[in-house]
C-alpha cells in the first residue's frame, strides 16, 4: 500500500508561485512514477503532468508545459510540482498520484494510488 500526502497549496496573487510537494510512503518511492492532476470546482478532473520512476522523463498536458516544472527526489520520498505565472484559472484542488513504474508515463490513465489533495487559489 501507498500512501502520498500532499502540502504547498495556499493563496497566491496572479503572476506568483507556488511548489507543491507529495510525500510518498508505503513502498520504495522508485517503484512509481508520479503524475499532478487538478480539478476546479465544477470541472472535471485535469491532468497535469507526469515523471517517470527516475525522473529521467516527464510529460506534460500542453497548457502547462513551459509553466510547470514536475520533478521528484528519490532519496526524499518526495514529489514536487513548481508552478510559475499562476493565474486565477489555475485555481483548484491539486493532487499526485502514483502507479506501477512499469504503467509508463504516456497516459494518463492507471494511476492506482492518490493523495487527498490540496488546495491552491490565485487571487487576480
Known amino acids: 500500500q501507498v500512501q502520498l500526502v500532499e502540502s504547498g497549496g495556499g493563496l497566491v496573487q496572479a503572476g506568483g508561485s507556488l511548489r507543491l510537494s507529495c510525500a510518498v510512503s508505503?513502498?520504495?518511492?522508485?517503484?512509481?512514477?508520479m503524475g499532478w492532476f487538478r480539478q476546479a470546482p465544477g470541472k472535471e478532473r485535469e491532468f497535469v503532468a507526469a515523471i517517470n520512476w527516475n525522473g529521467g522523463n516527464t510529460y506534460y498536458a500542453d497548457s502547462f508545459e513551459g509553466r510547470f516544472t514536475i520533478s521528484r527526489d528519490n532519496a526524499k520520498n518526495t514529489g514536487y510540482l513548481q508552478m510559475n505565472s499562476l493565474t486565477p484559472e489555475d485555481s483548484a484542488v491539486y493532487y499526485c498520484?502514483?502507479?506501477?513504474?512499469?504503467?509508463?508515463?504516456?497516459?494518463?490513465?492507471?494511476?492506482?494510488?492518490w493523495g487527498q489533495g490540496t488546495q491552491v487559489s490565485v487571487s487576480s
Open positions: 498520484a502514483a502507479k506501477e513504474r512499469y504503467l509508463g508515463i504516456y497516459n494518463r490513465v492507471m494511476y492506482r494510488y
Open positions: 508505503g513502498r520504495s518511492f522508485s517503484d512509481y512514477a
